[in-house]
């Protein structure tokens, strides 16, 4: 059993940095793969970036070059750098554990990029 719980998020002008945390209750050894996604209103849960197996990293186009996934495992703890925030970055972000028998999800933390 994993329970996530996502912080960090705000409200940010563009250009601006921010830097989302991803606590977990439990170990993420396990977690393949875990990372963030977002969601806007009306619209689907979209990957943002994500440890996949081998500890490689994808990320969505749109983020490439701007976010950076990382994680702590022994402190059981994921992080999602992202600079040279845009207005379309604006979105509720989930932080993800995709566990051997079923996925987990955080709550969500808003991040809101102001023009």
């Known amino acids: 059993q994993v329970q996530l719980e996502e912080s960090g998020g705000g409200l940010v002008q563009a250009g601006g940095s921010l830097r989302l945390s991803c606590a977990a209750s439990g170990s993420i050894f396990g977690c393949n793969p875990m990372g963030w996604h977002r969601q806007t209103p009306g619209s689907q849960r979209e990957l943002v970036a994500a440890f996949t197996s081998g500890g490689n990293t994808n990320y969505a186009d749109s983020v490439k070059g701007r976010f950076t996934i990382s994680r702590d495992n022994a402190k059981n703890m994921v992080y999602l750098q992202m600079n040279s925030l845009k207005p379309e970055d604006t979105a509720v972000y989930y932080c993800?554990?995709?566990?051997?028998?079923?996925?987990?999800w955080g709550q969500g933390t808003q991040v809101t990029v102001s023009s």
């Open positions: 993800q554990c995709v566990g051997l028998l079923r996925n987990y």
